[in-house]
Structure formats: structure tokens, C-alpha cells
């Protein structure tokens, strides 16, 4: 599933996912986890799966807010070529 979401759009479902990750530790079975997000369809994750999307978001929320600091202090990211 590809989900496209806008920046500003990250910090929620980090939220969300941060919630879930907390219950994944108190499951003490095969746990199946439902992720809603407004505009996008629900979402159903193992334990595994909801740990590896929040290590996944924690990762994109800092590059979000490195971008953010760089782009206050007028300092250009490099460019792949």
C-alpha cells in the first residue's frame, strides 16, 4: 500500500503510530492492529509491522524538521544527481 501525504500531514499519523507502538508491547499474543487515517483506507498491521512504521515515521518527522531548521538558517541541501 503507498499512501501520499502531505508534510504537514506526517505529525498526525506519527501520533497515531506512536499510540499504537505503546500498545504493541502490552499484546501478549498475535496482535492485528487497525491504522485509520482520514482520506486513506483503514489499514490493518502486526505488532512488527506498526514498530518497523513508527521507527519509519520517527525517521521522516526528523528529516522533516532538519529540513525546516536548514531552511531557516538559508542553508541549501545537497542535490542528488
Not at 32 to 60: I, K, M, N, Y
Amino acid at each position: 500500500m503507498r499512501w501520499t501525504l502531505a508534510a504537514s500531514e506526517v505529525p498526525v499519523l506519527r501520533d497515531t503510530t506512536r499510540s499504537l507502538a505503546s500498545e504493541v508491547y502490552h499484546c501478549e499474543r498475535d496482535c492485528r492492529w487497525q491504522l485509520r487515517v482520514d482520506g486513506h483506507p483503514t489499514v490493518v498491521l502486526d505488532s512488527d509491522e506498526v514498530l518497523r512504521l513508527d521507527a519509519l515515521l520517527d525517521g521522516a518527522l526528523t528529516m522533516l524538521e532538519l529540513d525546516a531548521i536548514l531552511e531557516d538558517a538559508s542553508i541549501s541541501r545537497p542535490v542528488a544527481a
